[in-house]
């Protein structure tokens, strides 16, 4: 019992009256009239399927916000799956112009993108090479110095949400699409 004791004190984080963590993004505005446009793009809800729908002509410009909005089961995720994708892995002729030094940062709603087996300091690499920025973010996002080496694959779903955006504030990207991210951060427990 006296072990139980002392390794739930070593784990424990304690309180401080410190700020509540805030979500800042860090982009850069790209100096172009042009982010994406898309015109007559076709979006089905999985590769090899007909479309769900096809775009008109619409443009995005550095500085835009744009909220999707529909029914469900629209192809809204279909969507945003498909932008991503095609950023990844650009596809000519496909009915979406890209400009060329787009930098693009994805929250999928499934929470996929973090490695189950990467540790949180890990998970992080991708949006920022310096340990010491990816630990100060942790900690500043609740997530005590003890937790850095916790697997990713055993967060909640709303701790998990939250290092995802964590990494998100890390990079500096010009465009980033958004998936439903109206889950619970988990902060504050």
């Not at 015109?39 to 744009?66: K, N, Y």
Request: net charge positive.
């Amino acid at each position: 019992m006296e072990k139980q004791v002392t390794r739930l004190k070593e784990n424990q984080t304690e309180l401080t009256n410190g700020t509540p963590w805030t979500l800042a993004m860090q982009g850069d505005a790209l100096r172009a009239d042009r982010l994406l446009e898309l015109d007559q793009l076709a979006v089905p809800p999985a590769p090899g399927l007909p479309p769900l729908f096809t775009t008109g002509v619409a443009r995005l410009q550095s500085g835009d916000r744009v909220a999707i909005m529909g029914r469900n089961g629209g192809g809204k995720s279909s969507l945003l799956r498909l932008l991503w994708q095609q950023l990844q892995q650009p596809v000519p002729d496909a009915g979406l112009r890209l400009h060329p030094r787009l930098h693009a940062g994805y929250y999928d709603q499934t929470l996929h993108q973090l490695a189950d087996n990467d540790t949180l300091l890990d998970a992080l690499e991708g949006f920022s090479p310096s340990t010491e920025i990816r630990k100060r973010a942790l900690i500043s996002a609740g997530f005590g110095w003890a937790r850095h080496g916790q697997k990713v694959n055993t967060l909640s779903g709303g701790e998990r949400s939250r290092l995802l955006f964590v990494g998100l504030s890390l990079a500096r990207y010009s465009l980033l699409l958004l998936d439903e991210p109206t889950q619970p951060s988990g902060y504050g427990r």
